[in-house]
């Protein structure tokens, strides 16, 4: 697999009245082209920050983000979406820059076509997971980050949209990061699986995902969560 | 749910009319029992009679014009330059830098304050009024606006640093339309303000116009007209409030009341 990313991030701290804290340290770890991986680690590790970091959204820190091709586009998907709520549906993706037809096809893939005059406040907490993940996807991006995209969903919606977005990302080929706590969604997308320690915030361990990862009834599946949560702790 | 509705708000004009009904009895009593003075004060129905005697007389109506074009143009002019420069102040932190210290030491400067000033740039005539009028919705805008915009929600601006939007289009896309719901409840406050105010500038200097027509009432004992004339004024600020209030529930129409009540 040909190397898209390198991540090294030395050190990065936050500054508050309190002090100077440390949040990331060490952090150093490639992606490779069109592969998906997940850092988990324990909430408030800094997970989210590295992720903000990756993006370019955080520019305060020591170390390097290495892009090994040109035109890498990069495209975000936010803990809490991010959606403009006095815009429509069809306005949040227009506002990517995406023409009329790229709408219409990005609104078919996520069963949100019906729904392309609403306003953000009509729709349920899954359609406004599904229109970030259109949002995200749209513009074909070569790189997409998600945090966190389906941490307040209940069970039954994250594990559908979980599968929907398995088959979008498949499409669309981009390689992905993605931030999360919940060890079972890490396994159920990933190639491989950074764990983060707590603040400062080291890789402690990279997991190879090399299993069937879409029954999460397996013993091996059910094992890998076993040996990534007793890292985690 | 229709019947529901329709008996709430039956019951809220019932409610709002309570104390109205009270005070223009007090009125009454007040006027028959000498209390109120009926050379100062006209009885309740000569100014109810008079009041809609008003609305259709011809001169009555231009006094009306002169008015209506005082305070629409200076409420445009100031809340209109008020919003914008709040907006790039309060989204352009650079900008701030420079003209805020200044800006937040005019600002509390109260409107009337600067009529003197507004005399001398502008004459007596409609531009110190339309003027002073902007002055006092150009503060309120200002500072509520740049306030407004000061709160926006980062994960709006990170969603625009990722699709690499301009400042034009942030502002015109994201931080407008965010603002809009506090830009509204100022236009509210900005209304009324220039209706205080251009009562004040037509009762300070004038020859034409509402304030002037109340003024002038009281000046030759007119009681029907001063109470019918103040009676239209208030009727007319309800109105211009009203719309206010539909055109900003209309461009917030996205809004979630169910977070608004929250």
């Known amino acids: 697999m040909t190397e898209l990313l390198n991540i090294k991030v030395n050190n990065k701290n936050f500054h508050s009245k309190n002090g100077t804290i440390e949040v990331l340290s060490g ?86 076509y019906d729904k392309k005059d609403s306003w953000i406040k009509e729709l349920s907490g899954g359609m406004k997971q599904r229109l970030a993940v259109a949002r995200g996807l749209i513009n074909k991006p070569k790189i997409l980050l998600m945090d966190e995209p389906l941490r ?54 990279i997991f190879s995902v090399n299993i069937n990862t879409d029954d999460r009834y397996t013993s091996s599946f059910q094992n890998l969560k076993a040996e990534i949560k007793n890292e985690l702790i | 749910m229709v019947s529901v509705s329709k008996k709430i708000n039956v019951q809220t004009i019932i409610k709002g009319a309570i104390v109205p009904l009270i005070i223009v009895f007090l009125w009454q009593i007040g006027t028959t029992t000498g209390f109120l003075p009926t050379s100062i004060i006209s009885p309740p129905l ?95 805008m200002f500072l509520s606006t740049s306030l407004g915009v000061k709160g926006i929600d980062k994960r709006f601006l990170d969603v625009c640093k990722i699709y690499k939007k301009s400042d034009y289009e942030i502002i015109k896309k994201v931080v407008l339309p965010f603002s809009l719901p506090i830009i509204f409840s100022s236009l509210r406050v900005a209304m009324a303000l220039s209706w205080t105010l251009l009562m004040a500038s037509e009762m300070i200097k004038s020859s034409s116009g509402l304030g002037w027509f109340i003024n002038d009432s009281r000046n030759f004992s007119r009681a029907d007209d001063l109470v019918a004339g103040i009676m239209i004024v208030g009727l007319l600020g309800k109105l211009t409030d009203f719309a206010v209030v539909k055109i900003g529930k209309y461009f917030t129409r996205w809004q979630d009341k169910r977070i608004e009540n929250d």
């Open chain 1, 27 to 112: 952090i150093n770890f490639s992606v490779g082209e069109g592969e998906f991986v997940s850092i988990i680690g324990q909430s408030g590790c800094g997970k989210s920050t590295l992720l903000r970091i990756i993006s370019g959204l955080e520019k305060e820190f020591e170390g390097s983000i290495s892009l090994h091709r040109k035109n890498n586009s990069i495209s975000f998907i936010f803990q809490d979406l991010g959606l403009f709520p006095w815009m429509t549906v069809s306005q949040n993706l227009e506002f990517t820059n995406a023409n009329e037809a790229e709408i219409e096809t990005a609104l078919k893939n996520v069963s949100l």
């Open chain 1, 152 to 205: 307040e969903l209940d069970m039954i919606t994250k594990e559908k949209l979980q599968a929907e977005i398995k088959e979008l990302l498949k499409k669309s080929n981009a390689t992905t990061l993605l931030v999360t706590h919940d060890i079972e969604e890490a396994i159920y997308f990933s190639n491989r699986i950074v764990v983060l320690s707590e603040k400062p915030a080291i890789v402690k361990k």
């Open chain 2, 46 to 140: 000569p100014a109810f009679a008079n009041f809609f005697k008003l609305l259709f007389n011809g001169e009555f109506l231009s006094h009306f014009f002169n008015s209506s074009k005082r305070l629409f143009g200076g409420f445009i002019i100031g809340s209109s330059i008020g919003t914008l420069i709040g907006l790039i102040i309060g989204y352009k932190k650079k900008v701030a830098h420079y003209f805020e210290p200044l800006l937040l030491i005019l600002v509390p400067v109260p409107p009337l304050a600067w009529i003197p000033l507004l005399i001398i740039l502008f004459g007596t005539g409609d531009g110190v009024k339309i003027s002073l009028i902007s002055c006092g919705c150009f503060a309120t």
